[in-house]
């Protein structure tokens, strides 16, 4: 894992169920932290004390899951091998099928919390994964056909993101998620990036950012319903922002695929989907090419 602070193993082939009690273990440290800063009564300090960490949890939750959705990309695309020739192109198409599966297997359980852990006593990781793909795919051919009526030309380089391209003039050429929609009412794709103007969502996110920390500030002044506003606020905020940034890193994961296939026409779009993380415990790419290097030499790989 390239980030601020220590290796993190990704996928446990041996321990399939390390990632699932590190889950447990964080998501209570981090309830436990929130509780006892909730009995504080003095609303300066409750709300510097609680926006604080509410902060420094976000952002390390949104690192850890931006790498396992990286790696959930890099595993389909090991499978679908689509649009290299049909040939695989991912560094997980040297797994064994059976270590492919236990990646699988390990993934899905990490996406665990203490108010779901007891669904996997009762669920099966590889049919959640399973149903996740069955969902992804229709998402994507629902918001393939929407594209189409509304005169955009889609150009699908894998069967989950693609280029589309307003024919009418408008909104001119996007990167696009055929597998997620912002709007729970229609299949519009999301928009990862608007090539006429690559930085507004960038601006858009560092407003968003300063109007959660605003929030919490204020909200500490509620009585009583303060803590119900302010989560309320990020639900509906913070929560399509983070949605959309997961699938952004799984995208910046198959550019980086074919980056190193040799398609280096995806380096630009790349540089922008980097810069619009907003996360500061990610690093910058030759930071974190130079993280890796450091990690090789000191396990003695090479």
């Known amino acids: 894992l390239c980030g601020a602070g220590g290796a993190r193993k990704v996928v446990d082939l041996v321990?399939?169920?390390?990632?699932?009690?590190?889950?447990?273990?964080?998501?209570?440290?981090?309830?436990?932290?929130?509780?006892?800063?909730?009995?504080?009564n003095i609303p300066v300090v409750h709300g510097l004390l609680r926006t604080a960490w509410d902060r420094l949890t976000h952002y390390q939750d949104l690192l850890i899951?931006?790498?396992?959705?990286?790696?959930?990309?890099?595993?389909?695309?090991?499978?679908?091998?689509?649009?290299?020739?049909?040939?695989?192109?991912?560094?997980?198409?040297?797994?064994?099928?059976?270590?492919?599966?236990?990646?699988?297997?390990?993934?899905?359980q990490e996406q665990t919390t203490l108010l779901s852990w007891i669904k996997w006593l009762f669920t099966d990781p590889l049919k959640q994964w399973g149903a996740q793909v069955a969902e992804s795919?229709?998402?994507?051919?629902?918001?393939?056909?929407?594209?189409?009526?509304?005169?955009r030309l889609v150009e699908a380089f894998n069967p989950?993101?693609?280029?589309?391209?307003?024919?009418?003039?408008?909104?001119?050429?996007?990167?696009?998620?055929?597998?997620?929609?912002?709007?729970?009412?229609?299949?519009?794709?999301?928009?990862s990036v608007r090539y006429a103007s690559p930085d507004s969502v960038i601006a858009g996110r560092i407003a968003t950012e300063a109007s959660i920390v605003a929030m919490g500030m204020a909200s500490s002044f509620i009585p009583v319903a303060g803590s119900v506003v302010f989560y309320a606020y990020k639900l509906i905020v913070q929560d399509p922002m983070t949605e959309s940034k997961f699938w952004e890193a799984r995208l910046s994961a198959h550019l980086g695929e074919r980056i190193s296939a040799g398609e280096s026409r995806w380096e630009r779009e790349l540089s922008w989907l980097e810069r619009q993380?907003?996360?500061?415990?990610?690093?910058?790419?030759?930071?974190?090419?130079?993280?890796?290097?450091?990690?090789?030499?000191?396990?003695?790989?090479?």
Not at 19 to 39: C, H, M, N, P
Not at 87 to 95: D, G, I, Q, V
Not at 160 to 187: H, K, M, N, Q, Y
Not at 277 to 302: H, K, Q, T, Y
Request: hydrophobic share 45%; proline share 3%.
């Open 15 to 40: 321990d399939l169920k390390a990632g699932y009690r590190e889950a447990l273990a964080w998501d209570a440290t981090d309830k436990g932290v929130s509780f006892a800063i909730g009995l504080i």
């Open 137 to 151: 795919e229709q998402t994507a051919q629902e918001s393939t056909v929407w594209a189409a009526d509304h005169d």
């Open 277 to 302: 993380r907003i996360n500061p415990f990610e690093l910058m790419a030759e930071e974190s090419r130079a993280l890796v290097e450091a990690r090789w030499d000191a396990l003695g790989a090479r």
């Open 65 to 108: 899951q931006s790498r396992q959705a990286m790696a959930i990309e890099m595993i389909h695309t090991a499978q679908d091998a689509s649009g290299h020739g049909g040939a695989p192109f991912s560094p997980y198409s040297a797994l064994s099928e059976a270590q492919q599966i236990k990646s699988k297997v390990y993934l899905m």
């Open 160 to 191: 989950r993101f693609a280029i589309t391209t307003d024919l009418t003039g408008d909104a001119g050429a996007e990167l696009a998620v055929l597998s997620f929609s912002p709007a729970s009412f229609s299949r519009l794709p999301y928009v």
